[in-house]
């Protein structure tokens, strides 16, 4: 498994603590130096299941200095893709990305039904 995360991010520390609890094996990515491009970004959000929106860290810094809350409607999904593709920080955190499923964000129950 791949778990993407920015080492700083308490969410990502918590995700990241609860794997290596569960004994589950991962490679880590730190988003900040390694950002995904816009074709894994693609890959991981057709297998996710979910809209585009939950790849945004809508709650950081650079997502509310760039206005995206009213910029992302008007954009296409390539933009939005190659937008998120230009710094990590755009990006929700952490992503676990599994053979057949893809996570954004830590959110535990979520976790353990994906991770038994």
């Given at each position: 498994m791949l778990f993407v995360h920015y080492p700083k991010c308490t969410t990502c520390?918590?995700?990241?603590?609860?794997?290596?609890?569960?004994g589950v094996s991962y490679e880590a990515?730190?988003?900040?130096?390694?950002?995904?491009?816009?074709?894994?970004?693609?890959t991981w959000w057709k297998a996710s299941g979910h809209p585009l929106k939950?790849?945004?860290?809508?709650?950081?810094?650079q997502y509310k200095a760039l206005g995206l809350k009213d910029k992302l409607?008007?954009?296409?999904?390539?933009?939005?893709?190659?937008?998120?593709?230009t710094d990590g920080m755009l990006v929700k955190?952490?992503?676990?990305?599994?053979?057949?499923?893809v996570l954004t964000g830590f959110r535990r129950l979520e976790w353990e039904e994906k991770l038994p």
């Open positions: 520390q918590r995700a990241r603590a609860w794997l290596d609890e569960h990515r730190d988003i900040k130096l390694e950002n995904p491009t816009a074709e894994e970004l693609r939950k790849f945004f860290n809508t709650s950081g810094l409607p008007a954009m296409s999904e390539e933009e939005q893709l190659r937008l998120l593709s955190r952490p992503i676990l990305v599994g053979e057949d499923f």
